[in-house]
């Protein structure tokens, strides 16, 4: 099946989703709106970096600086010093970004321009694509307003907050027909590729049980004493769409404290951040990279927010196959004829024969991509699907969202074992008003996102 961005397709694509008319954020400038450009298949791509603290930083060092395709032209974080900094490389960007995908000459960062607002960078004619790699709260508006510029978008997973802030940018990223790539790189690893391909192929009988881990969700730390903020920090657009809250050190670091990973108002917890990874490999192995579970529920003691402690999760999907969420963070496939699981990077199959079926001989062909970065690359020059689309990140991280939810309304009632039900397509539950509260999240002035696309 073809996956190149026609007009035909997007349109199809948009009118399923509904869409009508769109609003420009409060936030954007006027003339990011100009823009809506094409890399010719000689050219190099002159990418934009948003949030260059950690991954951020990685991905413009040691990743996509690398490919002589690419030039880096701009990089925008509200610490200024991490943005003037982009050329000095960590000891840990090797351990955030390993050699699988990246070429072995280091990049030229010398002509990098450093900006504090990431709006700036958008206004830039000259740049094709950005690189989203901001806190979890930052991810949805930068993203949607680069797809106005006329951007392709490469985001860190989980691409989202909430539900309806993935939705919007599955909108804005069809409407605008910009190439997006999710960062959940095992998607172009041969040996996770393997496994779904003979889970979805009906290769271990009728798939009956998915397993992964038991992640634990955000809670509410204790409010630590405000410090000083840093020179060159703008910790005011930090916080963003979410009320100003006291500046410490722990919040970026971890030094003294819970990181905003830990904090419900700025992200998901373990559940978006290993979760992200692992719920993706679970959706595409059962086949449900456009839709998701139809039930979720928990077992054990609700939730505690204070201490963080959760209930088990359990989700059922369409096809009744169970996913349990247990100790074992690495997904395991469980058929009737057997079981599959990835281990320090080898297929492991029971039994062993499974593993020797040839995967060009099944009749279902998954995409195949060799390596996450080019992959997002090569589609930008060619106008096509990436291999973790838009959607397929807004579907996983939704399966996150869900995993939260379900947590945090154990939380409010006091009760687990609840069978929440839920309408993949419509992304409602259909038996719980209070539930579904939790698909939206108010943002503050002027950070709002868009009311449609």
């Known amino acids: 099946m073809s996956t190149r961005i026609t007009r035909r397709r997007v349109l199809q694509q948009a009118a399923a989703a509904g869409l009508a008319g769109w609003a420009v954020p409060n936030v954007i400038p006027s003339g990011v709106l100009a823009r809506a450009g094409r890399v010719g298949a000689n050219e190099r791509i002159v990418l934009g970096g948003i949030g260059v603290r950690r991954m951020g930083g990685a991905l413009i060092r040691r990743a996509f600086a690398r490919f002589e395709s690419v030039r880096i032209a701009a990089v925008a974080d509200v610490d200024l010093q991490l943005a003037e900094a982009i050329g000095q490389p960590l000891d840990r960007d090797a351990t955030l970004i390993g050699d699988r995908y990246i070429p072995e000459q280091p990049g030229d960062l010398s002509g990098v321009v450093p900006y504090q607002d990431y709006r700036r960078l958008l206004d830039r004619q000259d740049i094709d694509a950005v690189i989203v790699a901001t806190p979890e709260h930052w991810h949805a508006l930068p ?12 985001c860190e997973k989980p691409i989202s907050l909430t539900v309806h802030e993935g939705r919007l ?38 798939l009956q049980r998915v397993t992964a881990g038991n992640y634990s969700s955000p809670w509410d730390p204790p409010e630590l004493p405000a410090e000083e903020i840093p020179e060159k920090m703008d ?9 100003p809250y006291p500046y410490h050190p722990s919040l ?102 499974l593993a020797d079926i040839p ?24 106008r096509q699907v990436a291999a973790a689309d838009v959607e397929i990140g807004h579907r996983s991280a939704t399966v996150c969202h869900l995993a939260n939810i379900a947590r945090w309304v154990s939380q409010h009632t006091g009760e687990t074992g609840q069978r929440l039900e839920w309408d993949p397509q419509t992304e409602r539950f259909t038996d719980s008003d209070l539930a579904n509260e939790f698909l939206h999240r108010t943002s503050r002035s002027p950070y709002q996102l868009p009311e449609t696309i």
């Not at 959940?184 to 290769?203: D, H, I, K, P």
């Not at 910790?235 to 009320?243: A, F, L, Y």
């Not at 928990?298 to 209930?311: I, L, M, V, Y």
Request: with cysteine; aromatic share 10%; charged share 20%.
């Open 143 to 154: 993203s949607i307003q680069a797809a106005q510029a006329g951007k392709d978008v490469y």
């Open 169 to 206: 940018m599955v909108q804005a990223m069809r409407k605008y027909q910009r190439v997006f790539q999710t960062g959940t790189q095992r998607r172009s690893q041969l040996e996770w590729y393997a496994a779904c391909m003979l889970a979805q192929n009906g290769c271990l009988g009728k």
């Open 235 to 243: 910790w005011d657009m930090w916080c963003g769409p979410v009320e």
């Open 252 to 353: 970026i670091t971890g030094s003294g404290g819970p990181t905003w990973r830990s904090h419900r108002i700025f992200a998901g917890g373990d559940v978006t951040n290993s979760g992200s990874h692992w719920f993706d490999l679970v959706q595409w192995g059962v086949g449900a990279d456009d839709s998701g579970p139809v039930q979720v529920w928990t077992q054990g003691d609700p939730f505690d927010s204070r201490s963080g402690r959760g209930p088990q999760i359990f989700m059922r999907y369409a096809n009744d196959v169970l996913l349990e969420c247990n100790a074992n963070a690495v997904p395991q496939f469980i058929g009737e004829k057997g079981s599959l699981t990835i281990r320090d990077g080898r297929l492991v199959a029971d039994p062993p024969e």
């Open 359 to 382: 995967l060009e001989d099944l009749p279902i062909q998954l995409y195949r991509s060799t390596n996450h970065y080019q992959n997002w690359l090569d589609c930008i020059k060619d």
